[in-house]
C-alpha cells in the first residue's frame, strides 16, 4: 500500500527528518566547536581564556542582532547598527569628558533614540524603504562620528564606567557576558510571551492581514526601528568601555555580522519568523568561526573566503525549509 502524501509528513516527523534543518544552528555550532577542538588543541582553542575572548569579541554584536531579530521579523532591515554604534561611542566618551559617567550614558542611549526616531520617521511616515534610509543614515552616523571627534580617539578614564560597560568582569565571568545573557533572555520573552512580540511576527508575516487584525503596522515597525539604533549605541557603549576610548571605526562593518547572526539563527528576511536564542547562537557561531581561522594562521584573505563559504552553507541549510 502506498503512503499518501498527506502521511509523509508524519512519517518524517516520525523518523526525526521533518525538522533538522530548524536546528541546523545548533548542529552546525557544535559541529564547528568540535571540528575547531580537534584541529586547534595544540594552539589553545580550548583553553578557558580563549573561549572568554569569544564571549568578549561576541557580546556587541549579539547585543544589536538580538534587536535585529525584532526588526527582520517585522519586515524591515537596519544598515545603520554599525555606524551608529561609533557614532554613539565617540558621543558617549565625549559627554563623560564633560559631565561624567552618567551624563555618558544618558548621551548614548539619547543617539540611539534620535536616530531610531530619524529612521522610524522616514520609513514609516514618509514612506521611504528602510532599506535606503538606514543606507542614508549609516553614511550621516559614520560621518557625524569623524567630524565631532575630527577622527581622533576620544579616551575614557572613567574606571566605573569601563568596569560596567565592557571592561570588568565578575570572577571569570565578563561583564560583555552578562550583558548578552540578560538582554537575550528579555529579547527572547519580549518576543514569544507579550502582545508587542506577537504584533511584531505578525506584522512580518502579513502586513495587511495584521493591520486588518487591529495592529498598528506603522507604529510597530517604527518602534523595532528605534529599539534597533538604542541596542547599535549601546553596543557602541560597550565597545568604548571594554577600550576605554569612542572611536569613530567602532562597529565599522558590523552590520553584515549582525544580519548574518540573526538569519543564522533562524530569523527569516522576509519576515513573520524570528528567535532571539537561535541569534544569539548564530553570533556566537560568527565569533568561533573568526576565532578558529585565527588560531589556524590563516592570512586575512583566506579567513575572509573560508567564513563567507561557512556562513553561505550555513544559511543555506536553515533558510531551504521555508
Do not use: C
Not at 565625549?94 to 539619547?110: H, N, R
Not at 571594554?242 to 543564522?264: C, H, N, P, T, W
Not at 560568527?286 to 567564513?307: D, K, T, V, Y
Request: proline share 2%.
Amino acid at each position: 500500500m502506498s503512503i499518501s502524501e498527506g502521511s509523509a509528513p508524519t512519517l518524517a516527523a516520525r523518523l526525526g527528518l521533518a525538522n533538522w534543518r530548524q536546528n541546523i544552528i545548533y548542529i552546525g555550532f557544535v559541529v564547528i566547536f568540535v571540528v575547531f577542538a580537534l584541529a586547534l588543541h595544540d594552539k589553545g582553542f580550548l583553553n578557558p581564556n580563549n573561549l572568554l575572548n569569544i564571549f568578549r569579541q561576541t557580546a556587541m554584536i549579539a547585543v544589536m542582532a538580538i534587536a535585529m531579530t525584532y526588526v527582520l521579523s517585522a519586515g524591515e532591515i537596519d544598515l545603520s547598527v554599525g555606524a551608529v554604534a561609533g557614532l554613539a561611542s565617540v558621543v558617549t566618551a565625549m559627554a563623560i569628558d564633560l559631565g561624567g559617567p552618567l551624563l555618558g550614558v544618558a548621551a548614548g542611549l539619547g543617539t540611539g533614540i534620535v536616530v531610531g526616531v530619524f529612521n522610524g520617521l522616514l520609513t514609516t511616515r514618509v514612506g521611504i524603504p528602510s532599506f535606503l534610509t538606514t543606507l542614508a543614515m549609516m553614511g550621516i552616523a559614520k560621518g557625524v562620528a569623524m567630524w565631532i571627534s575630527d577622527t581622533a580617539a576620544v579616551p575614557i578614564i572613567s574606571k566605573s564606567y569601563s568596569f560596567i560597560f565592557g571592561g570588568g568582569s565578575f570572577g571569570p565571568i565578563p561583564v560583555l557576558l552578562v550583558w548578552m545573557v540578560v538582554l537575550g533572555i528579555i529579547g527572547q520573552l519580549v518576543l514569544r510571551k507579550t502582545t508587542f512580540g506577537r504584533q511584531v511576527l505578525a506584522t512580518g508575516g502579513g502586513e495587511v492581514a495584521a493591520r486588518y487584525s487591529g495592529i498598528n503596522t506603522r507604529a510597530i515597525k517604527f518602534r523595532v526601528l528605534v529599539i534597533s539604533s538604542m541596542a547599535a549605541s549601546l553596543a557602541g557603549m560597550l565597545y568604548a568601555g571594554r577600550l576605554q576610548s569612542g572611536r569613530f571605526q567602532l562597529g565599522e562593518g558590523d552590520e553584515l555580522s549582525v544580519i548574518a547572526a540573526a538569519v543564522l539563527g533562524g530569523t527569516s528576511l522576509f519576515g513573520g519568523v524570528g528567535t532571539v536564542v537561535g541569534t544569539i547562537v548564530g553570533a556566537l557561531m560568527i565569533g568561533l568561526i573568526n576565532n578558529g581561522l585565527i588560531l589556524m594562521g590563516l592570512e586575512f584573505s583566506q579567513q575572509l573566503i573560508a567564513r563567507g563559504a561557512i556562513i553561505v552553507l550555513a544559511v543555506a541549510l536553515s533558510q531551504s525549509r521555508r
